[in-house]
């Protein structure tokens, strides 16, 4: 079955550093990609997706790659700001299911200090 | 705005009563789908519905029971019979014709407490 492996938390990072959360995905035939994220008290919203190999998805100072050889999603941003704090969930989704089937990750709780 | 509202926020019932979470949508959306989440876990399916009067079950759905009367609404009755009911649960919907490339619309979820 599909399965995806998220880089386990929580991160705490200082104002401006550095971000990658690390995901890798299992699953047959060729899935879409997504990152979500959540803020305290609220539901999920899609930061971005990508659905085929090698499409780089973007959003909000955020990328993420689609890399078919190494199974990987892998999420960076260059510079994080105090409102970046949340939680980061990796997901995929592929042909042979409903969308609403998606394979969630455990999520990443993101802390960024001043 | 379009969108999801789950209603209410925070619930808190005792142990042995039934319970249940509302959830409309305005968007729409042919198909509602209801998660639940745990600390430190990712989220979990519980029930889905493509159609209305039509639903399946996720891979949760033992002491859950929904109902599909209309296109907006996907009410999650949480019964007795779950042993562990306290929760986080988000419900969710994908538009129309929605391919596996299509992302899910959340809603702001419903904290439940059973004591």
């Known amino acids: 079955g599909n399965s995806v492996t998220q880089m386990e938390g929580p991160v705490t990072l200082s104002e401006e550093a550095f971000l990658t959360i690390n995901c890798t995905y299992t699953?047959?035939?060729?899935?879409?990609l997504f990152w979500y994220v959540q803020y305290p008290g609220e539901g999920l919203q899609l930061l971005l997706k990508a659905t085929k190999a090698d499409d780089k998805g973007s959003n909000k100072g955020f990328e993420a790659t689609y890399r078919k050889e190494t199974t990987s999603f892998h999420l960076e941003k260059g510079s994080v700001q105090v409102s970046d704090s949340a939680v980061y969930f990796c997901?995929?989704?592929?042909?042979?299911?409903?969308?609403?089937?998606?394979?969630f990750g455990d999520g990443t709780t993101l802390t960024v200090k001043p | 705005d379009g969108g999801i509202t789950q209603s209410p926020k925070y619930l808190f019932r005792k142990e042995g009563q039934n319970v249940t979470l509302s959830c409309e949508q305005n968007l729409n959306h042919d198909a509602m789908y209801w998660y639940r989440q745990d600390p430190g876990q990712g989220l979990r399916l519980i029930y889905y519905s493509q159609i209305v009067n039509d639903f399946q079950k996720g891979d949760i759905a033992e002491g859950y029971s929904v109902s599909r009367e209309k296109k907006e609404s996907f009410p999650l009755t949480v019964t007795s019979a779950q042993k562990n009911p306290t929760a986080f649960y988000l419900c969710a919907s994908s538009p129309p014709g929605a391919s596996y490339t299509s992302p899910l619309h959340f809603g702001n979820g419903t904290r439940l407490t059973v004591t």
């Open positions: 997901a995929l989704s592929d042909a042979y299911t409903n969308a609403g089937k998606s394979t």
């Open positions: 699953a047959t035939g060729y899935p879409s």
